[in-house]
């Protein structure tokens, strides 16, 4: 045992002169640790890359690494940005190694620059190795014509595609009023939104564990039949669904699907609500059903959601319990990649506008409005959408 002491401790000593190598590195004189890297076929050049406000801190066997900045990317390609996505990567195997930031509504044609900010919390083990301590680079770019590039490791051309479509639901609806009523259509529209956004019923939606719901409130567990609530332009059916109940602890529903469009179908995504008993709708997400990647045109198949949730009331003392639960088609993927979202006329005649979340868009142009006013939303569109005719902007 004696003889192993002096290995032991060169061993120690060489750990811990790593460690301060490590940490010598993280100076702020120090160059290289975040590299800005464009994958093959993606065309975006960085024209700059500020991180000066981000910091690397030592603690214990991990580094902790405040990554705030931007990057401004210049297109080099053809038609407009819409979207990009960046993977952000410290550490592939480390919880908190890993992050993704997504930015849409963007508008930068050939040869002009748009920004990305980064605000991240990350972590990676030490001792660090050589080369940059975090890695970023575009996982996807999505244009106007909805094509992508991008190597798409994280899914992201289906995300952004989603997000682009529901905006673009959206953005026609507002033109719409600012045609039919100029400003004060358009003032009256965002107002109407700003007001169903702070009347929205909320809930605090928990994961729940797998496995049976028997941890839940004193009750027996309950089958709950689902109403589904159906688009005439939807490509799948839901035709039958029952869920597991017990208080306010539900499983996944298992729901019975049927293709009635003429193409393959990629991914199915099924957003649910919760009624309680005063019937109030409660929106409770969305989440892919597992099966469904190949199911071919008027196939069916009965399938699940992944995981369960547990509906908490959002104000302490509020006493709740699920007394139903309906269903509907956020989102259909096609094989051909494309996607279906259902219209803002649907949502509207199925009541659903008033329950579903609001699209990421609708809240930034409602925003515009509150802090800007209804110009600055029009220009917006105009740079959107460009139809918005000048004598109607004037109104």
Same mark, same amino acid.
């Given at each position: 045992?004696?003889?192993?002491?002096?290995?032991?401790?060169?061993?120690?000593?060489?750990?811990?002169?790593?460690?301060?190598?490590?940490?010598?590195? +993280?100076?702020?004189?120090?160059?290289?640790?975040?590299? *800005?890297?464009?994958?093959? /076929?993606?065309?975006?050049?960085?024209?700059?890359?500020?991180?000066?406000?981000?910091?690397?801190?030592?603690?214990?066997?991990?580094?902790?690494?405040?990554?705030?900045?931007?990057?401004?990317?210049?297109?080099?390609?053809?038609?407009?940005?819409?979207?990009?996505?960046?993977?952000?990567?410290?550490?592939?195997?480390?919880?908190? /190694?890993?992050?993704?930031?997504?930015?849409?509504?963007?508008?930068?044609?050939?040869?002009?620059e748009f920004q990305v900010r980064l605000n991240l919390r990350? +972590?990676?083990?030490?001792?660090?190795?050589?080369?940059?301590? *975090?890695?970023?680079?575009?996982?996807?770019?999505?244009?106007?014509?909805?094509?992508?590039?991008?190597?798409?490791?994280?899914?992201?051309?289906?995300?952004?595609?989603?997000?682009?479509? $529901?905006?673009?639901?959206?953005?026609?609806?507002?033109?719409?009023?600012?045609?039919?009523?100029?400003?004060?259509?358009?003032?009256?529209?965002?107002?109407?939104?700003?007001?169903?956004?702070?009347?929205?019923?909320?809930?605090?939606?928990?994961?729940?564990?797998?496995?049976?719901?028997?941890?839940?409130?004193?009750?027996?567990?309950?089958?709950?039949?689902?109403?589904?609530?159906?688009?005439?332009?939807?490509?799948?059916?839901?035709?039958?669904?029952?869920?597991?109940?017990?208080?306010?602890?539900?499983?996944?529903?298992?729901?019975?699907?049927?293709?009635?469009?003429?193409?393959?179908?990629?991914?199915?995504?099924?957003?649910?609500?919760?009624?309680?008993?005063?019937?109030?709708?409660?929106?409770?997400?969305?989440?892919?059903?597992?099966?469904?990647?190949?199911?071919?045109?008027?196939?069916?198949? $009965?399938?699940?959601?992944?995981?369960?949730?547990?509906?908490?009331?959002?104000?302490?003392? $509020?006493?709740?319990?699920?007394?139903?639960?309906?269903?509907?088609?956020?989102?259909?993927?096609? $094989?051909?990649?494309?996607?279906?979202?259902?219209?803002?006329?649907?949502?509207?005649?199925?009541?659903?506008?008033?329950?579903?979340?609001?699209?990421?868009?609708?809240?930034?142009?409602?925003?515009?409005?509150?802090?800007?006013?209804?110009?600055? *939303?029009?220009?917006?569109?105009?740079?959107?959408?460009?139809?918005?005719?000048?004598?109607?902007?004037?109104?």
């Open positions: 045992m004696r003889r192993m002491f002096p290995s032991r401790l060169f061993l120690a000593l060489a750990a811990c002169l790593l460690s301060v190598a490590a940490i010598a590195q +993280l100076g702020p004189e120090a160059d290289g640790r975040i590299a *800005v890297e464009i994958p093959d /076929g993606v065309p975006l050049s960085v024209a700059a890359a500020e991180f000066g406000n981000s910091d690397f801190e030592a603690r214990g066997g991990a580094m902790v690494i405040e990554l705030s900045g931007l990057i401004r990317f210049r297109h080099e390609g053809g038609g407009a940005v819409r979207a990009v996505t960046l993977a952000v990567r410290a550490h592939e195997q480390m919880m908190g /190694g890993r992050a993704a930031v997504s930015v849409p509504s963007l508008h930068a044609p050939r040869g002009e990350m +972590l990676r083990p030490l001792p660090a190795p050589p080369g940059p301590l *975090v890695r970023i680079s575009p996982d996807a770019v999505l244009f106007a014509s909805l094509a992508a590039a991008g190597p798409d490791r994280l899914d992201s051309v289906r995300k952004m595609r989603v997000r682009e479509m $529901e905006a673009r639901r959206d953005r026609s609806y507002f033109l719409a009023q600012w045609r039919a009523g100029g400003r004060s259509g358009l003032a009256s529209a965002m107002q109407a939104s700003l007001r169903r956004q702070a009347a929205r019923p909320r809930l605090d939606v928990r994961p729940g564990t797998t496995g049976p719901a028997v941890a839940a409130p004193a009750g027996s567990p309950r089958e709950v039949r689902f109403a589904f609530l159906q688009d005439g332009s939807v490509p799948v059916i839901l035709e039958r669904g029952t869920a597991m109940v017990r208080g306010t602890v539900s499983d996944a529903p298992r729901i019975l699907l049927r293709n009635r469009s003429g193409r393959g179908i990629r991914r199915i995504d099924v957003g649910w609500l919760v009624h309680d008993s005063a019937g109030r709708a409660y929106s409770v997400g969305s989440a892919p059903m597992e099966d469904a990647p190949g199911l071919g045109t008027g196939e069916s198949l $009965e399938t699940s959601a992944s995981g369960r949730f547990d509906i908490r009331a959002a104000q302490a003392g $509020e006493n709740l319990e699920i007394a139903g639960m309906s269903a509907y088609v956020r989102s259909v993927q096609m $094989e051909d990649a494309s996607v279906w979202v259902p219209s803002r006329d649907a949502l509207q005649a199925s009541r659903l506008l008033d329950a579903v979340p609001v699209s990421a868009e609708e809240q930034r142009l409602s925003q515009m409005y509150r802090h800007r006013g209804p110009a600055a *939303v029009v220009d917006e569109l105009r740079k959107l959408v460009g139809d918005v005719p000048q004598a109607a902007a004037r109104r």
